[in-house]
C-alpha cells in the first residue's frame, strides 16, 4: 500500500500544469490585452505636444452666388510651449501602465496559484483512489485467508462477517473517492485547460523560496506586485497633481491655415494663407483649476496611505503563508513515520494472527490506521504545495519559472 505514495512513477508535473495555464488561460489572457490597452496611453498623452494637421473641404451650390462654388483648406498646429501639460501627463500616464502591469502580474499569481491549488486536491484525489483500491487488495487476500480459517476451524463466522463488512466498506470508500477525483479533474481542465493525466505525486520544491520568515517579510514589501502596484499609482497621481497645476500656466503654439475658395461666379477662385502665434493665459476659472489641484492631493494622500496598509496586508500574508507551510511540512514528516508505523503494526497483527495472538477486529483496527495514516500524508503534502504557492504569491515570486520539471 505504501507504493501508491511512494512517488516513483513519473506523471505529469506541476511545472507543466503552470506552463499550459500561463499560455492559454482566459483570464490571464484578457488582464494582459487590458494591459496593452492601457500601454498606449502613453503615446496618446504625447501626441498633445506634437505637430498635427487636418484638411477640409466643402462644395455645393448657391442661386445667390453665381451656381456652384467650393472651397479647401489646410489647417495645422505647432505647441511651442505647453506650461508642463504634457510631460505631467505623460508621466501620469507612464505610471499607470507600470501600476497596471504589476496588476497583470497579481492576476497571473492569482491564476498561478489557483492551479497549483487545483493540482494539489486532484493529486489528493488520485492518491485517495489508488489507497482505496490498495485496501481492498489487501482486504481481499484477508477474505480468503478468513474463509480458509473458517474452514478449518480457527475462525468463527464473525470472524469472516468483519472482513467482509470491512471490504465492502472500502469498495464505497472507493466509489466516494472515484467520485471526488472526477469532480477535481473537472476543476482542473477548466483551470489548466486540459485533461488531467496522472500525475506527479513528489512534485519538486518551487525556485525563490524565501530561507526565513525576516527574508520572506522583506521579499514581500519589495516584491509583492499589489505593494508595487500601489507605489506606482501613487507616482501616477503625484504627477497628476502637476498636471492641474500646469493648467494655471499659458500656452504658446504656432498655427497656420491655407484655404483655397473657387466659383463660377465674376471672381473665379481666390486663396489666402495665414500664420502666426498663439498665446493663451489662463486669467479666471472660477476656482476650477484650484479645486482640481486640491482634489488631486487629496487622492496622492489617500494613496500614500494605500502603500502603508498594502505593505502590511503583503506582511501579514507573507508571516501567515510562512506559518501554514512550516506546519504542513511538520505534518508530513510526522505522518510519514505515522505511516511506517502502521505498516509494521499491520505486519504484526497479521502475524500474530495466524498464531491465533490476534483477533480479526485487531485487524481491522491496524488496516483502519494504516489507511487513514497515508491519507493524513497525502493531504499533508498537498498542503506543503499550497502554502509553497501562497508563499511565493505573497513575495511576489510565483510566476511560470517557479518551478522545476
Known amino acids: 500500500m505504501a507504493l501508491c505514495l511512494s512517488g516513483t512513477a513519473s506523471g505529469e508535473t506541476l511545472r507543466d500544469a503552470v506552463a499550459a495555464a500561463y499560455a492559454a488561460n482566459p483570464r490571464l489572457a484578457a488582464a494582459r490585452a487590458r494591459q496593452d490597452a492601457l500601454a498606449e496611453t502613453p503615446e496618446q498623452a504625447r501626441a498633445a505636444g506634437r505637430l498635427t494637421a487636418e484638411a477640409a473641404g466643402a462644395g455645393g451650390y448657391s442661386r445667390f452666388d453665381y451656381g456652384k462654388g467650393g472651397s479647401g483648406s489646410v489647417t495645422g498646429s505647432f505647441p511651442i510651449w505647453t506650461g508642463g501639460r504634457v510631460s505631467a501627463a505623460v508621466r501620469a500616464a507612464s505610471g499607470d501602465v507600470g501600476a497596471g502591469a504589476e496588476g497583470v502580474r497579481d492576476t497571473e499569481a492569482a491564476v498561478l496559484e489557483t492551479v497549483v491549488g487545483a493540482y494539489a486536491d486532484l493529486l ?40 467482509e463488512a470491512q471490504r465492502e466498506a472500502a469498495v464505497s470508500t472507493l466509489a466516494d473517492a472515484q467520485g471526488t477525483a472526477e469532480s477535481v479533474a473537472a476543476t482542473y481542465r477548466a483551470t ?51 498636471q492641474q497645476r500646469a493648467e494655471r500656466n499659458p500656452y504658446v503654439g504656432l498655427g497656420g491655415t491655407y484655404g483655397v475658395a473657387a466659383g463660377q461666379g465674376r471672381s473665379g477662385y481666390a486663396n489666402a494663407a495665414v500664420a502666426g502665434v498663439t498665446l493663451r493665459v489662463p486669467l479666471l476659472t472660477g476656482g476650477l483649476v484650484s479645486s482640481r489641484v486640491r482634489q488631486a492631493e487629496a487622492i496622492y494622500r489617500a494613496d500614500r ?60 483496527i491496524a488496516d483502519e490506521s494504516l489507511r487513514a495514516a497515508q491519507l493524513a500524508l497525502a493531504r499533508s503534502r498537498s498542503d506543503v504545495l499550497i502554502g509553497q504557492a501562497a508563499l511565493l504569491r505573497s513575495i511576489g515570486r510565483l510566476g511560470p519559472d517557479s518551478y522545476v520539471s
Open 305 to 364: 496611505f494605500g502603500i502603508d496598509a498594502a505593505e502590511r496586508d503583503a506582511t501579514r500574508l507573507a508571516e501567515t503563508a510562512w506559518a501554514n507551510l512550516a506546519a504542513a511540512q511538520s505534518r508530513v514528516q510526522a505522518n510519514a513515520r505515522r505511516v511506517e508505523a502502521a505498516e509494521l503494526a499491520l505486519k504484526g497483527v497479521r502475524a500474530e494472527y495466524a498464531f491465533s495472538l490476534r483477533t480479526t477486529l485487531d485487524i481491522l
Open 192 to 242: 489548466v485547460g486540459h485533461v488531467a493525466g496522472t500525475l506527479d505525486a513528489m512534485p519538486a520544491t518551487p525556485l525563490s523560496m524565501p530561507s526565513t520568515i525576516d527574508v520572506a517579510r522583506g521579499l514581500a514589501i519589495e516584491g509583492n506586485p499589489i505593494v508595487r502596484q500601489q507605489r506606482l499609482a501613487a507616482g501616477a497621481d503625484a504627477a497628476r497633481i502637476d
Open 124 to 163: 489528493y484525489a488520485q492518491q485517495a483512489v489508488a489507497v482505496a483500491r490498495a485496501d481492498i487488495a489487501l482486504l481481499d487476500n484477508q477474505v480468503t485467508e478468513a474463509r480458509s480459517r473458517f474452514k478449518l476451524g480457527q475462525a468463527t463466522r464473525t470472524d469472516v462477517a468483519q472482513i
